[in-house]
């Protein structure tokens, strides 16, 4: 059995640590990503132009694309809420990542936990040089964390970080 | 592998090859294009071909599966053109598995699977006769004492718990008649092992105690087998059953006492198919514990066994419903790493209707599991009440507008009775729901009408996650999410501050 003594002074809790915003040109990506998402849902009502006339197509059409160009313009607007949220925190035994706006949630992984760790991009984050890093464990839900918006330095030197740190702790 | 293997693996080419084999003889015997001899020569020479290519292929499969053992790795060789060898490390191995089919009794032979926690790699089976085994099993077990050795100094404590665990069955094995009375026969093997034997009218009665709606299943499942079956034979056989049932429709007609009997009558076949689908399985129990390792051998007609590691096992789950609790018994499962078991089989180990949750957590968590005292914990609130009741409640809404669209006002009962048996189940889950930290291990209590209990290790959690949603700064209620490497638990509607101390407890503890 085990005992070790839980010393809750010494600990920084999750919720007062100092979280390291993303680089600020992720919410330029991410505007884009949105925008572009919001763009191809208005792609699907014009088809319906496609289709034999009836009463009230145009009518049906002009306020599908009116109710989701409203929807994207909320959706951009609370883009710099979410963004200043965004943010990781790394103690000495764990990482933390935090999102979410409507939802917001809190994600810690210890470190002895980690199976592997990657850096990645996508075509839009590529257009502003930013990087992803990928965090996998062997849970069976939140088996990913992904932490965006890095530059490929910060990313390099996160990614390091935790195969170092991964390395000395013990499971 | 022995010589009796290739017969397995004829059988095995057998059933692969049928589908084919019977399209192909259907195709060339219907039609007028051969004579009736034509046409028995032709189905003879393609029950030929089909008997020779079947033995072709299980006899490359045989002569070119080759295994041993060499510097702690199980290597596995096959294929003739594609030739494949696979190189399993015995400590990564994450169980052990036997299966032991029919054809397999006969032959007395049995399929060795190994699991790993690879979740790509393919399934590695060796059919083995006993001498086989036995020499594998020597050499596993040869395996695990040198890393025992090994380790002796990092685990000295496990091992003194694990001692205590195999000791105390040991020391007082319990006589025969307490196996009859909910509690599971224990003998006491060679040296500190542990034999559990559990008894088929346990298994029984362990099964009409389950959820009665998965019977439902079952007969669903073997319902759609024979509408398929039906359909199969000719397109317009459901036409003429409902044009035949729409002719008769009056004379067929029941007293409303009819239906009710049908209805008894059809309860009771549903109930027959799953306790016979559970006594298949699970009949003739049996569980053997020694050196931290544990074995699990069931079936009636095929006997499967699995052979774990303690440590393998990431949740020990505890159910007792109402049922359960008044005849005495409980559903245990111990739960593996999702992509180290049988996922096509299911072969958590499940046992049903006997009352050995305290042997299995005996076994996994310490002898004294019991009395490790309580660090802290949290209830959900009336928040997860909403959570549990939210499908039912638009179902009902949805059923309740379509009536009194139709002017059906008194079937306006039936969602309205709906909706309270969803209101006395998220009640339920309401007081049920609760998160304890004891000073060794994690106890999260669930379940609406059963009461389900889950034991989880600090070190089997992987990672934890705490959710706010907009009510939160109103309500100061958040969910806490904790995973482990096969089971994940959501515990919604947590004090915040409860669940904030046990989610810092959980991320310090679990290193």
Same mark, same amino acid.
């Given at each position: ?56 197509? =145009? ?15 909320? =959706? ?91 390395? =000395?702790?013990?499971? | ?511």
């Amino acid at each position: 059995m085990t005992n070790r003594q839980w010393h809750p002074d010494n600990i920084d809790p999750v919720e007062e640590l100092s979280y390291t915003p993303l680089e600020k040109s992720y919410l330029k990506t991410l505007a884009v990503i949105t925008a572009l998402i919001w763009l191809g849902l208005m792609l699907l009502p014009l088809f319906l132009l496609l289709t034999d006339e009836f009463d009230g197509r =145009n009518l049906i059409v002009i306020c599908a694309e009116a109710v989701l160009l409203a929807a994207g313009l909320v =959706n951009l607007s609370i883009l710099p809420k979410a963004y200043a949220y965004k943010g990781y925190a790394v103690r000495e035994h764990d990482i933390t990542y935090r999102s979410g706006i409507v939802f917001p949630k809190t994600v810690t992984i210890p470190f002895c936990k980690i199976q592997q760790v990657s850096i990645r991009q996508n075509p839009v984050s590529r257009m502003f040089g930013l990087y992803a890093v990928d965090i996998v464990n062997g849970a069976q839900m939140l088996a990913e964390t992904v932490i965006p918006g890095l530059t490929r330095e910060k990313a390099e030197e996160i990614k390091s970080l935790l195969i170092e740190r991964t390395g =000395n702790e013990t499971k | 592998m022995s010589g009796s293997a290739y017969w397995v693996l004829m059988a095995k080419e057998l059933r692969e090859f049928a589908g084919p084999f019977v399209l192909l003889v259907i195709v060339n015997i219907t039609g007028d294009k051969h004579t009736f001899s034509g046409k028995i020569l032709l189905a003879s020479l393609i029950c030929a071909g089909y008997l020779v290519l079947a033995a072709l292929m299980a006899f490359i499969d045989w002569y070119f599966k080759k295994y041993y053992i060499e510097g702690g790795k199980l290597v596995f060789m096959n294929g003739l053109l594609n030739k494949g060898i696979t190189s399993i490390p015995l400590n990564k191995v994450q169980s052990m598995r036997t299966r032991q089919g029919f054809i397999y009794r006969v032959l007395e032979l049995r399929g060795v699977l190994f699991d790993t926690l690879a979740s790509k790699s393919a399934e590695v089976e060796l059919i083995l006769d006993d001498r086989d085994w036995k020499a594998l099993m020597e050499r596993v077990e040869m395996q695990e004492e040198a890393v025992e050795d090994k380790d002796s100094g990092a685990e000295a404590v496990t091992d003194a718990d694990a001692g205590d665990v195999q000791g105390v069955p040991a020391g007082k094995a319990v006589d025969k008649d307490m196996a009859t009375e909910g509690n599971p026969k224990e003998e006491s093997a060679a040296g500190n092992a542990v034999r559990m034997g559990f008894s088929n009218s346990n298994l029984i009665k362990g099964a009409f105690c389950q959820n009665h709606l998965q019977g439902m299943a079952v007969l669903f499942a073997a319902l759609a087998a024979v509408y398929n079956s039906v359909t199969t034979v000719d397109d317009h056989a459901v036409d003429h059953i409902i044009d035949y049932v729409d002719t008769y429709a009056g004379t067929l007609s029941l007293q409303p006492s009819g239906y009710v009997v049908i209805a008894v009558a059809l309860y009771f076949f549903v109930m027959l198919l799953w306790i016979g689908k559970v006594f298949l399985r699970y009949a003739n129990m049996e569980v053997r514990i020694a050196r931290g390792q544990l074995t699990f051998e069931s079936g009636l007609i095929a006997r499967n066994s699995s052979r774990f590691s303690y440590d393998k096992v990431c949740t020990v789950y505890v159910k007792r419903n109402f049922l359960e609790q008044w005849l005495h018994g409980s559903t245990v499962m111990l739960r593996q790493a999702l992509n180290a078991t049988d996922e096509k089989k299911g072969a958590d180990v499940r046992v049903y209707g006997s009352d050995s949750a305290a042997d299995f957590l005996n076994w996994w968590l310490g002898s004294g599991y019991g009395s490790s005292p309580e660090v802290v914990s949290a209830r959900s609130g009336y928040g997860l009440m909403w959570h549990v009741m939210r499908l039912d409640i638009l179902i009902s809404l949805a059923a309740a507008v379509t009536l009194a669209c139709f002017g059906l006002y008194v079937w306006l009962a039936v969602p309205a009775a709906w909706l309270l048996i969803s209101l006395a189940k998220g009640f339920m889950a309401v007081r049920r729901g609760r998160i304890t930290l004891k000073e060794d291990y994690i106890e999260i209590h669930n379940g609406r009408f059963a009461d389900i209990r889950n034991y989880v290790k600090y070190s089997n959690i992987e990672v934890v996650r705490l959710k706010a949603t907009p009510f939160t700064p109103y309500s100061r209620r958040v969910s806490l999410t904790l995973s482990t490497n096969g089971t994940s638990f959501t515990l919604r509607s947590l004090q915040e501050q409860e669940a904030r101390e046990i989610y810092e407890r959980l991320v310090f503890f679990c290193k």
